[in-house]
């Protein structure tokens, strides 16, 4: 099971940006996927996840009307589509694969986690 996440880099406040997470060595549609992203310092965080069975989406407070998560099962990659970018929003972001096909808010149900890729939101 791989994950890997890709598609970050310097943005300026107001700016966006799109994730990639490609994965391989297992069934994507078979699994829920998540994005957490870890600013310096700080814990890492749950951001969004994607259900397998019927792409149901879920989002942190934070960043719920602001970013976008999708997944293209045929490519074996989700996305993370992120808009209006702030300073707040620079992190590592990682996405990691959940043991079900739903969602879960446990940390523990994820886990396979790919390497990240840094976001800095910054002028």
């Known amino acids: 099971v791989q994950l890997q996440a890709s598609g970050g880099g310097l943005v300026q406040p107001g700016g966006s940006l799109r994730l990639s997470c490609a994965t391989s060595?297992?069934?994507?549609?078979?699994?829920?996927i998540g994005w957490f992203r870890q600013a310096p310092g700080k814990e890492r965080e749950g951001v969004s996840c994607i259900s397998s069975k019927n792409s149901s989406t879920y989002y942190s407070g934070s960043v719920k009307g602001r970013f976008t998560m999708s997944r293209d099962n045929a490519k074996n990659t989700v996305y993370l589509q992120m808009s209006s970018l702030k300073p707040e929003d620079t992190a590592v972001y990682l996405c990691a694969r959940a043991s079900y096909w739903y969602c879960s808010s446990y940390r523990s149900t994820y886990v396979h986690w790919g390497q990240g890729t840094l976001v800095t939101v910054s002028s």
């Open positions: 060595g297992f069934t994507l549609d078979d699994y829920a």
